[in-house]
């Protein structure tokens, strides 16, 4: 087991909680709390291999790590992590870091052509492969050759190293789209030997970026991955061969692979021609083409990138949405949109987060303010079940499952637990899992968290942001000030070519997201001070709240969400508590002493930008329970779980998945059977 966790399991199992007298009638409960430890991972990130600034093992040992790096700069103890690298080419040599980077030691931007032939950290590449691309200090390895020889041997060492679970993955230049997150972890072993073929083969088949015609050679110089479409890399073309990416991973790998669309408004809506942005349809696409692979959407990292003009998650003005909402993208933030959408066909179709690791813009990798990016897991955690067996095929298992949350600067920890039953029985369900009740039963509703006594940040002065209203709140301690429960009906898939399966989107304006799920709604929102509260010894805060809700006809789902924003904050939310496009926050002054010189200052003045803006704008996303009633037809969902047991049968997988099913019962917190 992950160090992280057992003491995570300690900590859970030894706090009881009594009734808060200031909860309202419907928020109490007096159970002794259950224990439901996560782990925390990043699964997008980026190195010299590409466009990243950091050596591969570098960005591992900063982020997997504990206490301060030999070079300096804390490290950030994830206990999962992947590499999740774009396709196509790189030139850099990504042994090495770049001189951007100002690592001690590690300085120079170090090009293949100068490292031919030697060995460096125990690999040795003795030549490029494939299509010859580049000559000199601009010839290019491709991505399925340093998938194979460098990330994948970089990783096994590390394994060797940490006590951690390592994959080997891939951001997806998609054909006809911009950005996916991938995993193949088939044939994978670091903690022996095994190898990323497979990732590597996806890689070069499906990745736009990938022209390489050539490929791996066997003895006699044939290539071993023949067929590849090399043409249809754009538009509508390009989709379809997306598609047979998708239809390729569900056919060989079903549970050993993920496909995650990724910052997905950034580039504006789908160009039929062009290589740019998501409509729903294509995820609708995937997710039928991938029932247990494409099964959720990614919000963007790039979370320090905000200026004076925008830029947060690296959206600019002609996103989707017009820019970032809470440090989400509008498909994600907006209630009724693109994400309540697809849950209101009662998809399994979940949302996650990740730091989108490259540099930190005009810092070194070492310090401790950044324009630009966080390291994975100094800001951005996505926190999927523990196991007592916890692999790399827990990290997929978990995923799928939709019990998983995203967290952005440690607003809440490694904990949580959002969970629902009926009236009449103590089935609970939790995220990614269906309540099936009688129709006007009660359903009970229950949630806890902790709030840490600190975070990760640098700073130390009073959050900004919250100044307006009053309320003095140092950015390096967590503060949340309320939980909403999103609800919204399911009515059913619609069929492709169906109405309203194809919907056009808008680039380019505010808010322009379309409403998707008209009955989606902010059902409940339950302020902090209407919670249980308990402090624990370690200077952090256990909330918790019960409550309930009324079982229909329609079948329907919760959803949630929390931040640190009092509705009505000027700037940053509406009266509803929706968060407001974050290009507003730079309306706000930073005038403390300690506010950093790198802001953007508008005359003379500092505002609310880059990291300061990232550390004042907090909000965590919980994945939905379904519910249905008795009698009424299953949930995609749920037929889709069901798929997932079948094949799991099939292919004599070892994990228990029943553990889809499994974390209603909260007396087990292990899904693995001896």
């Known amino acids: 087991m992950v160090p992280s966790a057992k003491k995570i399991l300690l900590t859970a199992a030894s706090v009881t909680l009594a009734l808060s007298q200031n909860a309202g009638a419907d928020e109490r409960w007096g159970e002794t709390r259950k224990s439901n430890p996560y782990v925390a991972g990043d699964m997008h990130n980026h190195n010299t291999c590409t466009d990243g600034s950091v050596a591969a093992g570098y960005s591992i040992d900063r982020s997997v790590g504990k206490g301060t790096s030999a070079a300096g700069g804390n490290n950030f103890d994830l206990d999962w992590f992947t590499l999740g690298n774009h396709g196509g080419s790189g030139n850099r040599d990504c042994r090495f870091s770049d001189a951007s980077a100002n690592i001690p030691g590690d300085n120079t931007t170090t090009y293949w052509s100068q490292t031919l032939g030697k060995t460096f950290d125990g690999i040795t590449v003795t030549s490029l492969k494939g299509t010859p691309n580049g000559t000199g200090t601009n010839a290019t390895m491709w991505r399925w050759q340093s998938i194979q020889e460098i990330e994948y041997p970089t990783i096994v060492a590390r394994t060797a190293t940490y006590n951690k679970v390592l994959v080997e993955g891939l951001e997806w230049i998609v054909p006809g789209h911009e950005h996916t997150d991938v995993a193949v972890i088939a044939g994978q072993n670091p903690g022996g030997t095994g190898n990323a073929d497979k990732m590597a083969e996806f890689e070069y088949r499906y990745d736009r970026a990938d022209t390489d015609a050539i490929g791996p050679v066997d003895g006699g110089n044939n290539p071993i991955w023949s067929g590849k479409d090399n043409v249809n890399n754009s538009g509508s073309a390009g989709h379809g061969k997306a598609l047979a990416g998708i239809t390729w991973l569900q056919a060989k ?59 947060s998650g690296s959206y600019k003005s002609n996103a989707v949405g017009g820019g970032t909402y809470g440090m989400h993208g509008v498909y994600t933030a907006k209630v009724g949109g693109l994400w309540d959408g697809l849950l209101g066909e009662g998809r399994n179709f979940f949302v996650f987060q990740s730091s989108d690791w490259h540099s930190r813009g005009v810092y070194g990798a070492r310090d401790a303010s950044t324009t630009a990016d966080f390291i994975p897991g100094e800001y951005t955690r996505l926190y999927v079940p523990n196991e007592r067996r ?219 930008t880059n990291d300061v803006q990232a550390w004042s704008n907090v909000w965590f996303y919980a994945n939905p329970i379904f519910v249905r009633t008795y009698g009424t037809p299953e949930l995609l969902v749920e037929k889709n779980k069901e798929l997932a047991r079948k094949l799991a049968h099939e292919h004599h997988h070892w994990h228990d998945w029943d553990h889809w099913g499994h974390w209603g019962h909260w007396g087990h917190w292990a899904f693995n059977r001896d």
């Open 253 to 311: 790998y079903p549970l050993q692979s993920y496909a995650i669309p990724t910052h997905t408004e950034r580039q504006g809506p789908f160009n039929p021609s062009g290589t740019a942005g998501y409509n729903i349809e294509h995820f609708r696409d995937f997710n039928n083409a991938g029932p247990t692979v494409a099964f959720g959407i990614e919000a963007p990292g790039h979370m320090a990138e905000g200026g004076l003009t925008g830029g």
């Open 390 to 608: 916890f692999d790399q095929q827990s990290i997929i298992d978990g995923m799928r499952s939709g019990n998983s949350y995203s967290v952005n600067a440690q607003i809440i920890g490694p904990d949580m637990v959002f969970r629902a039953k009926g009236e009449w029985d103590d089935d609970w369900k939790t995220m990614g899992e269906t309540l099936v009740v009688r129709r006007g039963e009660k359903i009970v509703l229950e949630m806890e968290v902790t709030v840490p006594a600190s975070n990760n940040s640098p700073y130390s002065f009073n959050n900004p942001l919250l100044l307006p209203v009053g309320i003095k709140q140092p950015l390096n301690k967590p503060s949340l000030d309320h939980v909403d429960l999103i609800t919204g009906d399911i009515t059913g898939p619609i069929a492709p070519g169906a109405p309203g399966y194809a919907v056009a989107n808008a680039g380019g304006t505010a808010g322009a997201d379309i409403v998707y799920n008209p009955s989606a709604k902010i059902a409940k929102q339950i302020q902090t001070t209407k919670m249980q509260s308990y402090r624990l010894r370690d200077g952090s805060t256990r909330l918790s709240f019960r409550t309930t809700f009324t079982a229909g006809s329609t079948p329907f789902y919760i959803r949630a969400r929390g931040t640190n924003i009092p509705p009505a904050t000027p700037n940053v939310s509406d009266s509803a508590g929706n968060p407001l496009l974050d290009l507003n926050n730079v309306n706000v002054s930073c005038t403390d002493g300690a506010c950093p010189s790198h802001l953007g200052v508008v005359n003379g003045v500092k505002k609310v």
